[in-house]
């Protein structure tokens, strides 16, 4: 692992600690080390404890944990239902009247729901999906905003047992159709659009698009959100407001096994194919729950709790719909651009709902900082007492400034660490019980165990190495969709007996790991993963294009950036936007590379290879090292005259 040697080298050792205050402490719901205690003991018994304390089971568990590498199951023999722990438990705890959602439009529009409300229009929309043929066990592909169907269409897919693939609405209808016919859904919800500062982005004509390519979609459920004119197509499409006006209100919560699959959730691994990441119901409560709750130090009764992700993502399903309603919080969810109308209106959203956790990516804080401190200094914060970072290594400066500008110096910062396949968070600070350093995601959680090794696979006590997990948690994935030889490659070839995560860590003297990124061909575009085999297969998709490579370079404010080496076929000329238009178009917007460098050939060894360090050493302005190893020396010179004279595109 040279290179990530390199960047532990690089790295300034960050020597500024923080303690939890006193009056955190106070209310704080762990301020010891007795759940690492506990853990340590017998981390099954742990998670067995967590999992009936925090978790209502309809029949208990016969066995907590069943291990045959790699597969997991937990609280096997046990049932639950995931929407009846979600909502009903609540309301049956007299909780009925107390908001679930506060929902914030672009426009200003607003809507508070209330659990006994959700739970309403979630068995509504429970009974519509069993109309449209939906039975236990089926696939059905959710395609929405950030509004709250988006989190009633997933509820009440738990509730009858169907798992959901929630596609991110950023992407393009290539991906989703790719994601429907892997996933064979048979029903598909969508809207007609959504807004995206101060416009309407349309769903419906890309969800059209989609299903054109698939074959297995019966009924297009379309929620009017956009109010933009969009075409319904007889027999197929039905608009959400007109079925749940004749929807039947009772659907009770029939008990799932515990190793029911919940979702599906597509992610890029190394190689063009998007890999369907496998949950289930019991474990994976479990885990969202637990962490959600500890993590954040929630007080259902007091906090509002607010996460900025989109439900497109796993950070979307963990953290804004399971864990955060499992225990039944109350929570902001927003819908548009972090910069409309003006670039304060997150803080003016905190201000107006009195947030008092915050949960965001560190590609935003690293905007928030551009956008100035004059933004956050409009508004009153001061209802805020924790703030969290999610998706990417946050660096101190980013760090400092959250915990100063936004925290006004005496919020804990919990850095996050965790992934689509985990389920849940795994390395963070427990924020009454760890003493934090400002770009460390600190330990494992209680239950977790994490260890670096090396190249060898030998336990690392100290600086750089691998990141791999090494037990099972409840959380994990069960495996990827129809391709179980996959999930045994992808994750557990590299070192025996552990998961290797894909990321690259160190630990400090204190025995602090630091997240370093990557260490594979996944990139991490403002916390978004994208393969660059994925990227590149979109570009050679085009006509004139004969052969690419793309490489993450880093980037000051999205953490690395999309790089693309490009070689047209013999007499073909293209425009750099149309290429990158393509890819959007192939995979979605957030897959655009930043910059395309056309070259008449790429830099390969004798035998081939393309050297994509090579390249991203290029791409990131560095000096070469030695390039005897190349066929022919002189494309990289050509290419580096390119790198430092190219302009960038936004
Ligand atoms: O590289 C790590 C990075 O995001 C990857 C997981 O991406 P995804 O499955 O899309 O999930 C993102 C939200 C959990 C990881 O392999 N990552 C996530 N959180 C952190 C992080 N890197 C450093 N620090 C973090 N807190």
New binding site residues.
Partial sequence: MTENHETIDALQWEKRTFVPSEAFKKNSLVVGTHLYDEANVDYESFWARQASELVAWQKPWDTVCEWELPFSKWFVGGQLNVSYNCLDRHVLAGKGDKVAIHFEGEPGDTRAVTYAQLLDEVQKFANVLKGLGVQKGDRVNIYLPMIVEAAVAMLACARIGAAHSVVFGGFSSQALADRINDAEAKVLITADGGYRRGEVFPLKPQADEAVENTSTITSVVVVQRGNNPVEMKAGRDHWYHELMATADADCPAEPMDSEQLLFLLY?SGTTGKPKGIMHTTGGYLTHVTYTHKYVFDLNPEKDIYWCTADVG???GHSYIVYGPLSNGATQVMYEGAPNFPGNDRMWQIIEKYKVTIFYTAPTAIRTFMKWGVEEPAKHDLSSLRLLG??????NPEAWMWYHENIGGGNCPIV???????TGGIMISPLPGATTTKPGS?TFPLPGIGAELLDDEGKHVEHGGGYLTLTHPWPGMLRGIWKDPERFKEAYWSRFEGSYF???GAKLDDDGYLW?L??VDDVM?VS???ISTTEVESALVSHPSVAEAAVVGANDATTGQAIIAYVTLVGGMEVDEQVLRNHVAGEIGAIAKPKTIYFTPELPKTRSGKIMRRLLRDVAEGRNLGDTTTLADASVVNELQKRASEAPSED
């Fill in positions: 992610t993502w796993i950070t970072s999610v998706g990417e290594p946050i850095d996050t660490w965790w992934q689509t396949e995601a995560a894909g990321d997240l990124g990557r991490n916390g978004h993963r």
